[in-house]
């Protein structure tokens, strides 16, 4: 079982910044043990992949739409992910949820169905 609770959404402007933070809880497997993502869901539109990390936090993936804006990272002494957020743009509104997998190996996995674990969610409003 992996509890996830997001943090840090909010009203920017358009070009600001916001730094999203997914805090863990793991009852049964080590937080180095788990794939983390971020994906997000405006009104009206499916959920959309964002990025995600490995175990170990060396290897990342984005979505086009945010490379060279988006960063993420994890700490896992902290059990946290993080999705550091630049350039943002008013397209970018939406509703980030952090997701979690177990596999037994690290793959690039934007598949939304794959991931057992999720976050209530937090808001993020970029205005024009």
């Known amino acids: 079982q992996v509890q996830l609770v997001e943090s840090g959404g909010g009203l920017v402007q358009a070009g600001g910044s916001l730094r999203l933070s997914c805090a863990a809880s793991t009852r049964t497997f080590g937080f180095g043990n788990v794939v983390m993502a971020w994906f997000r869901q405006a009104p009206g539109k499916e959920r959309e992949f964002v990025a995600t990390?490995?175990?170990?936090?060396?290897?990342?993936y984005y979505t086009d739409s945010v490379k060279g804006r988006f960063t993420i990272s994890r700490d896992n002494a902290r059990n946290t992910v993080y999705l550091q957020m630049n350039g943002l743009k008013p397209e970018d509104t939406a509703v980030y949820s952090c997701a979690a997998r177990i596999p037994s190996f690290w793959t690039i996995n934007a598949d939304p169905k794959d991931y057992p674990y999720w976050g209530q969610g937090t808001q993020v409003t970029v205005s024009s």
């Open positions: 990390i490995s175990q170990n936090g060396i290897s990342t």
